[in-house]
């Protein structure tokens, strides 16, 4: 699969984390199980993130749940920044109450560059620069 897909329990430790996973982040299976996702949240982010997080857990809903597309960076195990894509969907045990959360996940980082590299030459021809 070329998607990852990363489940995560209340606490934000991988429970699953399938070949797309390995590809795209560079760790096996075995190195991520049992890991909390700060493996591939790059640190500044890390606060915003477990406090939306806590936030899902507690209240069961996200504004983010209903297949919004979110755009945020991430790490690769080799420490190089990625851009990623994803949606999630909040799991929930037997009595309904939020057991965790599961996240599919695109590189697009390829795409996030060349769009860069295009903005910043339209700015230079804006200016008179060359294109």
Do not use: C
């Amino acid at each position: 699969m070329s998607d990852a897909i990363v489940a995560s329990d209340r606490d934000g430790k991988i429970t699953f984390w399938n070949p797309g996973a390995e590809r795209i982040f560079g760790f096996s299976a075995a190195e991520a199980l049992g890991q909390s996702l700060d493996i591939i949240i790059p640190e500044r982010l890390r606060a915003r993130h477990w406090s939306g997080y806590a936030n899902v857990v507690r209240t069961g809903e996200s504004r983010y749940g209903h297949g919004d597309l979110m755009s945020v960076p991430a790490l690769h195990k080799g420490g190089t920044r990625l851009s990623i894509e994803f949606t999630i969907v909040p799991l929930k045990d037997e009595a309904g109450a939020m057991a965790g959360m599961a996240a599919i996940m695109r590189d697009v980082t390829a795409r996030f560059e060349e769009i860069r590299a295009l903005r910043q030459k339209v700015a230079a021809a804006s200016q008179g620069g060359p294109i």
